[in-house]
């Protein structure tokens, strides 16, 4: 069988530091293949006016299989101030390479996967009705529609005078907004098409139904946002109906979910939502296993086989300046067995899981977060593992 071929996207920060380690763990765990790095984040925005450049764009376009490590986004005056001088007069604003790579790519199923790992101590507990301390078992997959809503990008500051004038045929704006100058105004689209969003509700029905949770929730605010989360609730409930009548949908307000995730996490199984509730969910749910070091996240087109697999954290800039990587790369690890999922080498990725589980149960291996120390450069000095040090306990039991 000829050797995989497998895009690595180091990206900002820490991505390097947890990339690395990640890929070597997989070469522990059997993972026969060639990495080919490319070009994506901060630096090549600085230097080259652009955060996703071409060359990139063709690497993942050849071999279909991405890993990626963090990313660094900055809003708009900040991004532009740091872009080179020369490059300053061009009109270029800078937009997140990794949405862009969803949008290019049609990465429209974002899957972030929620699960509590035993003898965690950053676990969610609460207190029980007889006083004692509970630990429930969170066992969450997120479905985010990953392309369209509030980050489709479609967006004005002093909007062009036929996005204006189209405003003003709305009753609403021309009552609360009719009188504010033009370029007093932003506006930021929230567009849901029937097309994506009936991918996103059968990528969360159909793994509900074959991994066996009872339950899809629709975590919206279709009783506000009317329009396009009244029509994913609407799919949903003809889509379940139809062919999952066995699942029970439940509808939950995004506000709502949010103070019931920390009640009765364990109730919940199948999440679905639009990009920035889905978001917003994941990571509240990430929260109650451990936090963004536990957070892993697939991004794919089922249709292209096309797929880039990344944690959910950032780049975290101060800690890539420490000598000795301290962050914890087990939300990149995760992220690498979902990519070995994708790619049917499932008994790879289960056997990396079984390792990871086991190093965190038996609790002599924590990097800093686990030990709920501040992230300072002296932490592995007092005794929290390194990221070099978690992944090397990990292939040992490997």
């Not at 994506?196 to 059968?202: F, M």
Request: some cysteine; proline content about 5%.
């Amino acid at each position: 069988m000829a050797k995989r071929t497998i895009v690595a996207l180091p990206g900002d920060g820490i991505g390097k530091a947890v990339l690395d380690e990640t890929i070597r763990v997989l070469n522990a765990a059997g993972f026969d293949a060639e990495y080919i790095e490319g070009d994506i984040g901060w630096e090549f925005w600085t230097t080259e006016g652009n955060p996703l450049p071409q060359r990139t764009i063709d690497l993942i376009e050849k071999h279909k299989i991405a890993l990626f490590g963090a990313i660094t986004s900055k809003p708009k005056d900040a991004a532009f101030s740091e872009l080179a001088p020369e490059l300053q007069k061009e009109g270029l604003v800078y937009s997140s390479p990794i949405v862009g790579l969803r949008q290019h790519f049609n990465l429209d199923i974002c899957m972030r996967p929620c699960h509590t790992y035993k003898g965690n101590p950053l676990n969610f507990i609460r207190r029980g009705a007889d006083g004692g301390v509970e630990e429930p078992l969170v066992d969450v997959v997120i479905f985010r529609q990953n392309t369209e809503g509030l980050y489709g990008g479609v967006e004005w500051s002093n909007p062009p005078e036929k996005v204006y004038d189209a405003l003003m045929t709305h009753p609403k704006f021309v009552k609360n907004f009719g009188n504010t100058p033009k370029e007093d105004i932003s506006v930021s689209t929230r567009i849901f098409t029937k097309k994506a969003t009936e991918r996103i509700l059968r990528g969360a029905f159909e793994h509900a139904k074959d991994f066996g949770y009872k339950s899809v929730t629709v975590c919206e605010k279709p009783n506000v946002i009317r329009e396009t989360s009244g029509m994913m609730y609407k799919m949903a409930q003809e889509m379940q109906k139809k062919d999952y009548p066995d699942i029970e949908l439940w509808n939950t307000n995004i506000d709502a979910q949010m103070m019931w995730l920390t009640k009765n996490p364990e109730d919940y199984g199948v999440i679905v939502a639009g990009n920035m509730f889905g978001d917003i969910v994941s990571d509240g749910f990430a929260g109650l296993i451990g936090g963004l070091g536990f957070a892993c996240s697939a991004q794919f087109n089922p249709d292209s086989g096309i797929g880039v697999f990344e944690p959910t954290h950032g780049s975290a800039p101060k800690y890539a300046d420490y000598e000795t990587s301290i962050v914890n790369p087990i939300a990149m690890i995760e992220s690498a067995c979902m990519m070995l999922d994708f790619i049917n080498e499932k008994d790879r990725a289960t056997k990396i899981r079984k390792a990871v589980a086991e190093i965190i149960s038996e609790g002599k291996v924590r990097t800093y977060d686990m030990m709920k120390m501040r992230g300072r450069a002296d932490v592995v000095e007092q005794g929290a593992a390194s990221t070099k040090e978690m992944a090397d306990a990990v292939i040992a039991k490997l």
